[in-house]
């Protein structure tokens, strides 16, 4: 094997390279692993059917969220693997040799930048579609040094089986030691996700019907260079879909079980209808979104709850629901005081027509992404933070540098009796104190949205469809807070709240000790006073 060059007169240039930059991502060890694993020792090379076997996607049913899944998504996931070694490994007579599958693996996972991986994403899609016989429109066109470009219009039922594709590889990644591809694969709903490609990037795309929009059925063109450009500026994360893949299935073909764990064919059904049948605004779908504008720790930690290897710890980051907690700021403080870590915070109100009933009410979500705590202060405060669109249309609004009015969260104030000028009893995103861009009123009951003009903190950009230039004030149905800061920010509030208990009890303790005789009880003392209210006492000291 080409991995065991201990004798350095015997390695070539070509191999010292490529081993050179597979050492620089960390590779090495899961290569050399995976290399002896799967090698012929007679040819000293991997068998082609061996490697296309070691990336094949073979699931036989779904469980969807909410959309209807074409029926072309399942033979796409199964030309996954030939695509990959199709695209990434060159071979010979006998196979991929050392060299030729150590170069493929930085095809697929070397260091490079973001937008050539997501360039590379959308050819693998592009060329397993082919393979599967899905009517695709994109040309891919070779150009200089291996680079290519990529031609041609997408539709939205196309982006929808590309992020899908994504998801399914970083699904696979996540449970294969949990199911080993007998379970079903699950699909979140991505409807607001495709929206946000197509409002970007398609001709007249903010003239489009945005509410209640059937996704699978819009007969819009998207450029695939504007799509490119989409997911450069919104979903950067989507390359680790396909990092993790390669890495997750590498690193199974050094397994030394090849064995199936046990597991129940109603354990993934068990879990989606739990995710079905809850009502919580952080779905799989909006938690994967939001998760693909993030690169760093806290997108793993969004998305831990919606794994099975994680699924009975599903509720463990909701820190606040105001249809559980109770509703009002007060009840919302006592549940996230404390915790000292990253917070997502999730808004669902309805704008239009009070009346439920009544068609010309539109329900939406927005959402905010701390980096911090919440803090009891008459200021705006904070070192980061973004805003989210999330539902019907996904948007993403950065930091935009020019000012760090992030967040702003004041209770009643207390020990004060008069103001003349008080501050707004609320929590505050972007903006200024009285001209806030997001503000929610001390009992929960209204939002109010302005447009970005009067925000210089984040990004322009609409936060639901047809905003406008007036605020608009919409009455709240449900607010959920999630902590995202691992058990640690958890447990360090947990001993908070346990030590203020603790306080709180002592000050209500009264020590009867002290009132055993009469002559020290209060109500002695008072009857005295009463008696005699002049009499000059004397201070005991």
Same mark, same amino acid.
């Given at each position: ?22 050492? &620089? ?13 799967? !090698? ?18 073979? %699931? ?8 209807? /899944?074409?029926?072309? @998504? ?10 990959? =070694? ?9 196979? #991929? ?8 693996? @930085?095809?697929?996972?070397? +260091? /490079? ?51 899908? /594709? ?11 030691? !949990?199911? $080993? ?16 490609? =197509? ?15 059937? #996704?699978?059925?819009?007969? !819009?063109?998207?450029?695939?260079? $504007? ?21 997750? +299935? ?69 820190? *606040? ?17 404390? %915790? ?7 808004? &669902? ?38 805003? *989210?669109?999330?539902?019907? #249309? ?12 992030? =967040? %702003? ?11 003349? +000028? ?14 806030? +861009? ?23 950009? &609409? ?13 709240? @149905? ?64």
């Amino acid at each position: 094997m080409g991995a065991s060059s201990s004798k350095e007169q015997n390695v070539s240039s070509e191999q010292r390279e490529v081993e050179s930059l597979a050492a &620089s991502t960390g590779s090495t060890s899961l290569l050399q692993n995976a290399f002896s694993k799967l !090698v012929d020792p007679q040819t000293n090379a991997i068998p082609l059917q061996s490697l296309q076997q070691c990336f094949s996607l073979n %699931y036989k049913s779904t469980e969807c969220e909410a959309l209807k /899944m074409p029926d072309s @998504l399942l033979g796409l996931l199964n030309h996954l693997g030939p695509s990959i =070694v199709d695209l990434f490994f060159i071979t010979d007579k006998g196979g #991929v040799n050392w060299i030729e599958f150590v170069r493929g693996y @930085l095809k697929c996972c070397g +260091r /490079m930048p973001v937008s050539g991986l997501l360039n590379t994403l959308l050819r693998l899609f592009s060329a397993t579609g082919v393979k599967a016989g899905i009517p695709l429109k994109l040309e891919v066109e070779a150009i200089d040094d291996g680079d290519y470009k990529i031609n041609g219009p997408l539709l939205p039922i196309d982006v929808l089986m590309f992020l899908w /594709m994504c998801w399914a590889m970083l699904w696979n990644s996540k449970t294969w030691n !949990v199911f $080993k591809e007998k379970e079903c694969l699950y699909l979140p709903d991505i409807s607001p996700l495709v929206l946000s490609a =197509v409002v970007s990037c398609a001709e007249g795309g903010f003239g489009l019907e945005l509410w209640d929009c059937d #996704v699978s059925v819009l007969d !819009v063109q998207l450029p695939a260079g $504007k799509f490119l450009t989409w997911m450069l500026t919104t979903v950067t994360n989507l390359t680790e879909c396909f990092t993790q893949f390669v890495n997750a +299935r590498l690193q199974n073909c050094t397994s030394s079980e090849q064995g199936t764990p046990e597991s129940s064919s109603s354990s993934l059904r068990e879990i989606s209808s739990e995710k079905a049948g809850n009502s919580r605004l952080l779905t799989c779908g909006k938690a994967w979104a939001i998760s693909l504008t993030i690169r760093s720790t806290i997108s793993q930690e969004i998305l831990n709850p919606y794994f099975p290897s994680n699924s009975d710890a599903s509720d463990e980051n909701l820190i *606040y629901r105001s249809s559980l907690h109770g509703k009002g700021l007060n009840r919302f403080w006592s549940n996230v005081e404390a %915790y000292l870590g990253p917070l997502l915070i999730l808004i &669902s109100a309805t704008s239009g027509d009070a009346n439920e009933d009544c068609t010309n009410s539109r329900k939406w979500v927005v959402g905010a992404l701390i980096h911090q705590g919440f803090e009891n202060r008459d200021m705006f405060y904070g070192t980061s933070g973004t805003l *989210y669109a999330i539902d019907p #249309v996904f948007h993403m609004c950065s930091p935009s540098g020019k000012e760090k009015n992030f =967040v %702003y969260s004041h209770l009643h104030p207390t020990g004060r009796a008069y103001e003349a +000028r008080p501050k707004p009893v609320g929590i505050a995103f972007g903006g200024t104190i009285g001209n806030e +861009r997001v503000y929610i009123d001390g009992d929960f009951a209204r939002v109010t949205v302005r447009h970005h003009a009067v925000d210089k903190t984040y990004q322009p950009g &609409s936060l639901f469809p047809n905003q406008g230039f007036l605020p608009v004030e919409a009455l709240i @149905l449900e607010v959920e807070v999630w902590g995202l800061g691992g058990s640690k920010a958890r447990e360090t509030q947990l001993s908070y709240k346990k030590r203020e208990d603790l306080f709180t009890a002592q000050r209500r303790k009264v020590d009867m000790k002290t009132f055993a005789s009469w002559e020290d009880s209060p109500e002695k003392m008072m009857t005295d006073m009463m008696a005699d209210p002049n009499r000059v006492r004397r201070e005991d000291r």
